[in-house]
């Protein structure tokens, strides 16, 4: 079953709603029901992320093997695949850029 974040040219409202609330991209720590501004929140959605980056660069290794093995001749899924793990491998760098950005100006605060 293929997630609602792959579904591309989406003229339903219904449809850009639902993923508007479900997408991890565009609503990362959840909603804000109390529980949304807490670290173990915030954090599990990291950690979460750093396996979907992982997920997908071995996505993109396995297509890579089939490619260069002669397995499939597809080279449509293989670029999509090495997308999305370009993609999302800048995005958890910029993330943890931010992260440490933020932890160096904490260490720099005088009390």
């Known amino acids: 079953m ?37 670290f173990s929140n915030i954090f599990s ?10 997920s997908y660069l071995s996505d993109a290794e396995n297509e890579e093997v089939k490619w260069s093995l002669g397995e499939t001749d ?17 995005y958890t760098v910029a993330v943890r850029d931010r992260a440490l950005a933020a932890y160096r100006e904490l260490m720099q605060m005088q009390f």
């Not at 959605?45 to 992982?54: C, E, G, R, S, Y």
């Not at 080279?75 to 800048?90: C, E, F, N, R, Y």
């Open 2 to 38: 293929a997630d609602i974040s792959t579904i591309t040219n989406i003229s339903s409202n219904a449809i850009k709603a639902a993923e508007k609330i479900n997408s991890n991209v565009l609503n990362p720590v959840g909603t804000s029901d109390g529980e949304g501004d807490s």
């Open 45 to 54: 959605k990291a950690v979460d992320n750093l396996n979907t980056t992982n």
């Open 74 to 90: 597809n080279t449509h899924d293989l670029t999509i695949a090495l997308q999305k793990a370009s993609t999302a491998l800048q």
